[in-house]
């Protein structure tokens, strides 16, 4: 896995948001009272299959373990396009939507192109899930997911459930956060943000498949 430097435009971006409705209310920030510091974490695991085909089905998984003495406010994780990094260059970083690319063509109102459907997103599977929404660890943040509280010991496990629709070569980047202020911050034991890439070949032929005696399908001729 090949990591790269850099915040995540999910602080920028949370603590603009956080600000202006500071602004429009006349009171306190949404994030007046929200606890800060830095919060010890190690992942404990960071998987996505690099080789992939058309319309398979594969599963990012993304654990996270407090090993702080304090409890992580609001533990989250940020998929990007290519690198995380603030400020990202145009179509990279939180530019387009998570588990999509940019497609560059003029006239374009949404330059998102998707390289994965998300069929099931991190979090409980309620009605939004369950309905092609992006369930229950959705945020305001479009390319954020965050579980909640994450106490000392605890480990918050991130699955999204996908299947490739674009062939070619792509570069998955993501980064945890202890909120989604951006006064949380996760780090690891060295001190420095946890975050990485996933570098994924997409062939351009689906995987054969068959029905066996049981019904169910499995790849293989």
Request: with cysteine; net charge positive; hydrophobic share 45%.
């Amino acid at each position: 896995m090949r990591t790269v430097a850099g915040r995540s435009s999910l602080v920028v971006a949370a603590l603009a948001a956080a600000l202006a409705l500071g602004a429009c209310g006349g009171g306190s920030t949404q994030d007046a009272h929200a606890p800060t510091g830095r919060f010890r974490v190690s992942i404990a695991t960071a998987s996505f299959p690099a080789a992939q085909t058309l319309a398979q089905h594969t599963r990012l998984v993304i654990a996270v373990r407090n090993d702080s003495a304090r409890t992580i406010p609001n533990v989250s994780v940020t998929i990007c396009n290519v690198t995380c990094r603030w400020p990202a260059p145009t179509g990279e970083g939180t530019s387009v939507a998570a588990f999509a690319e940019y497609l560059n063509m003029p006239g374009l109102a949404n330059h998102s192109r998707p390289v994965w459907i998300v069929d099931q997103p991190p979090g409980a599977c309620g009605y939004s899930c369950q309905n092609g929404g992006a369930g229950s660890a959705f945020t305001a943040d479009a390319n954020t997911w965050a579980l909640g509280a994450l106490r000392p010991g605890g480990t918050a496990t991130f699955t999204w459930h996908v299947t490739a629709v674009a062939p070619g070569r792509h570069v998955v980047a993501w980064e945890v956060a202890g909120d989604i202020y951006g006064k949380a911050k996760a780090v690891l034991a060295d001190g420095s943000i946890p975050h990485g890439t996933f570098t994924v070949n997409i062939a351009s032929s689906p995987a054969l498949t068959h029905v066996n005696d049981a019904g169910q399908v499995v790849s293989g001729q």
